[in-house]
């Protein structure tokens, strides 16, 4: 047996060569299983507190670990705050990568973008508070690192909108004249201040509204505006 690496190792027989994965150590998974409660853990308390009047000694309480048990895995109160947004991006860019489906046409899937989007927020609050708090531009000393991996994912998502108009104006869904990098966007603004506006009480202009709309309707509104604008059109002709 040759070993290439600490979980792959070769077997060589008369004919052939195998190939096998190592089962995970079993402390492996433990210690993936502790590190993933105490993100978790984290996760409730800095959305409750915030970064700045969280204590480590809080985290821990919620995780029911000693205090110590946490410099184990995270260097300090700043590395863990990054490490629980980290994680935070990560599952909203895979949220978003399961509700599009290549069957869908270029339009159907910015609205599914944006419904994702939208939704993910509402059912999870409490990422949202931490959002806005970690950009708060206040706060931008503080998480400075953050902004890399932050903007990096936001590209990553632009470039996919990008392509998904470049790919409807070549299916004659969207109008050619206007340019894709304007039209992202709009569309990314406007689903943006949708999310805010589902997720902050009285965010929205109109307070009246008693019955807020589901995040499907927010990004059908959405989707209606970007296609069709705002302007009314006269029967017969165009408005502008």
């Known amino acids: ?25 079993v402390q492996d998974l433990k210690k993936e299983k502790r590190r993933r409660t105490i993100i978790r853990a984290s996760l409730r308390v800095f959305s409750r507190k915030g970064y700045e009047t969280t204590a480590l000694d809080e985290v821990a309480r919620e995780a029911r670990l000693a205090k110590g048990t946490l410099y184990l895995y995270f260097k300090d109160k700043e590395d863990l705050y990054f490490q629980v947004m980290l994680s935070v991006l990560e599952r909203l860019e895979a949220f978003v990568g399961k509700q599009t489906s290549e069957s869908q046409n270029p339009l159907q899937r910015l609205a599914a973008v944006a419904r994702a989007q ?17 950009f708060n531009p206040e706060m931008a000393t503080i998480h400075k690192k953050l902004l890399g991996p932050f903007f990096d994912k936001r590209r990553r998502l632009g470039e996919y ?10 299916k004659h869904l969207i109008r050619g004249d206007i340019d894709t990098g304007d039209v992202v966007l709009s569309y990314m603004g406007m689903v943006n201040q949708a999310v805010q ?10 307070s009246r509204n008693d019955h807020p709309a589901s995040p499907a309707q927010k990004a059908d509104s ?19």
């Open 1 to 25: 047996m040759l070993t290439i690496t600490n979980n792959i190792h070769m077997f060589m027989t008369d004919r052939s060569v195998i190939f096998r994965t190592a089962m995970p150590d």
């Open 118 to 134: 939208i939704g993910f927020f509402v059912d999870n609050p409490h990422y949202f508070r931490l959002f806005m708090a970690a």
């Open 161 to 170: 909108l990008h392509g998904l108009v470049e790919e409807g104006k070549k």
């Open 197 to 206: 506006s589902v997720c902050m009480p009285g965010f929205e202009s109109d």
């Open 222 to 240: 959405i989707m209606k505006i970007l296609l069709q604008g705002i302007a009314a059109r006269p029967e017969g002709g165009n408005s502008i």
